[in-house]
């Protein structure tokens, strides 16, 4: 008998001789070893040889299964955990083990590999919450074994401890310890503590805007929670405190406790209007009596009848009085409560109601100080206003009446500063004369003609110097009656040159004042009717008819 090992015959085989022969030979795989074919082959003298042969597997041990895990692992999530075994032959089995449950998970396996080995891998799909956390996870891989002949089943596992992320459910703030007195000075002592999560998580307080960040302080305890300490007062009292939470791994989440603070003190008392109130005889007059004060305070008036209560609140006590003749009055409001007691007196001064003048101006008040101006300050500062507008008024009337007074009163004061010059001037007849008395230069008249009246121009410029146009006024003379002209009292300062004159288009004024171009016969001369001379220097001035008119006769020949 011999024994071959993938044809090749093996050395130091022993043979064995009683009921049956046996061939035996020691062999140890090696790591490296592959699966390979054993032959025996028996053979006896003058006959055929007899082989028969078996195929030898080489059993490896696979490796350590490893865990792969996501990144992070958070409540309510549904992870996919991955089992690995690497370099198994044969094919081996992987499963999980978890909270003391064995879950036969499907495995999937690699090619083939030249050494004949397979890497397999396995997938365990968990919805973990914040009680999953530190909980193990074993990953196991089942494989073959042989002792003296003898096949059996080996195990190797892996552990991994879950850490399951999870943000803190509540917070809760507890008032550990209180101080306060009967004023409202109250010292208190809070603790804000929330409930476990995965990372820690940081507790702050939010303080009031109205609670200043000197009366409080802040400690941290990682044990306990976080404390604050806060020193307050009475005005304090119904404000909040709040503390949150803060966690890294959940920025979403926001939980914040609230704390309403409870200060408790005596009552303290105001009035609307203020203690001192001042009304008039037959006026009604409300007061309210309002008590600042935790817990509410009973509130009540003192020396008053039950009619004389109004409206009552928790907080405010309405007194509704009327007087009937002056005086002063004092009314007590008391306020009690489990804290202490309190009062306070208000002060109504009765007066006379005023007059209708100054019940229809309102009592002023001071801008800067909002006090109400007294009496005497009011009728001072009414009579120095009257004064004023009289004054105003006066001054008016006088401008008024000197205005009207120049305007109708004739003004011949600056007919001095008309320059009169020298030589012989000259009145123009509009028309033919044929009236000449002195009979030069005759003009016969028409048959049956009439002597009529005979006009005469005049040449006006109203002020010396200015340049305004020359007006032409009508007069009529009636044989030797002197000329006569009725005239509004306007004064005339003006001389007309003749080239003025000459040049500009007479106006018809009527009603006016008359001035003629006269041309006068010179000194001595007996000459009766007047002639025109074109060439001759001409003297121009103003005559006021109607002032001459008023003069005697005397005058005028003067």
């Avoid at 055929?48 to 692992?73: D, G, H, Y």
Wanted: hydrophobic share 30%.
């Amino acid at each position: 008998m011999k024994l071959k090992k993938n044809g090749q015959d093996v050395p130091n085989v022993t043979v064995e001789a009683s009921s049956f022969y046996r061939a035996f030979y020691d062999y140890m795989p090696s790591a490296e070893d592959t699966d390979h074919t054993v032959t025996c082959e028996v053979t006896r003298a003058g006959q055929q040889p007899v082989t028969v042969s078996i195929t030898l597997v080489i059993l490896r041990k696979p490796s350590i299964p490893e865990i792969i895990l996501p990144a992070s692992v958070k409540e309510g999530n549904t992870e996919h955990i991955t089992c690995k075994a690497f370099n198994a032959r044969p094919e081996p089995r992987l499963y999980f083990t978890y909270n003391k449950t064995t879950y036969n998970t499907s495995n999937s396996f690699s090619k083939m590999k030249d050494d004949k080995t397979v890497d397999a891998k396995t997938i365990f799909e968990q919805t973990f919450s914040r009680y999953d956390n530190t909980r193990s996870l074993k990953c196991c891989v089942e494989f073959k074994e042989f002792d003296k002949n003898t096949p059996k089943m080996l195990t190797n596992c892996s552990t991994y401890v879950i850490d399951v992320l999870f943000p803190p459910k509540f917070l809760q703030i507890e008032e550990l310890n209180r101080t306060n007195d009967e004023e409202g000075n109250t010292n208190l002592m809070l603790q804000c503590t929330s409930d476990v999560s995965n990372p820690d998580s940081t507790i702050r307080w939010n303080i009031s805007p109205n609670v200043k960040r000197s009366q409080v302080k802040e400690k941290v305890n990682e044990l306990s929670g976080n404390f604050l300490s806060a020193n307050l007062r009475r005005h304090n009292n119904g404000e909040t405190l709040s503390c949150y939470i803060e966690n890294p791994a959940f920025p979403e989440i926001k939980v914040t406790e609230t704390y309403t603070l409870n200060i408790t003190y005596k009552p303290f008392i105001s009035f609307s209007p203020s203690s001192s109130i001042t009304t008039y005889v037959d006026d009604s007059i409300s007061v309210l009596c309002q008590c600042d004060a935790n817990p509410p305070a009973k509130i009540e008036w003192s020396n008053t009848s039950s009619n004389e209560i109004g409206e009552r609140t928790e907080v405010s006590l309405e007194l509704k009085m009327q007087f009937h003749s002056t005086g002063r009055h004092n009314f007590t409001c008391n306020a009690t409560n489990a804290m202490g007691s309190a009062e306070n007196a208000v002060l109504i001064l009765v007066k006379e109601k005023p007059s209708e003048l100054t019940k229809a101006i309102p009592r002023p008040t001071s801008l800067s100080t909002g006090k109400v101006i007294s009496s005497s300050m009011l009728i001072g500062i009414i009579c120095g206003c009257l004064a004023i507008v009289l004054i105003v008024i006066i001054a008016f009337v006088c401008v008024v009446v000197v205005w009207k007074t120049r305007e109708k009163t004739p003004t011949r004061e600056r007919s001095d500063n008309v320059l009169i010059q020298e030589g012989e001037p000259s009145f123009q007849p509009l028309g033919p004369d044929y009236n000449d008395l002195a009979g030069t230069n005759p003009v016969e008249a028409p048959s049956g003609a009439i002597p009529g009246p005979v006009e005469y121009t005049c040449v006006v410029k109203r002020a010396v110097g200015q340049a305004t146009k020359p007006q032409v006024l009508k007069s009529t003379k009636h044989s030797d009656a002197p000329s006569e002209a009725i005239a509004e009292p306007v004064e005339y300062t003006s001389v007309v040159k003749r080239a003025v004159r000459q040049a500009t288009n007479p106006q018809i004024e009527d009603g006016a004042l008359i001035y003629a171009d006269l041309d006068l016969p010179a000194e001595g001369s007996t000459r009766r009717k007047p002639t025109v001379n074109s060439d001759a220097e001409t003297t121009y001035v103003s005559i006021d008819f109607a002032q001459t008119k008023k003069m005697k006769r005397s005058v005028l020949d003067d």
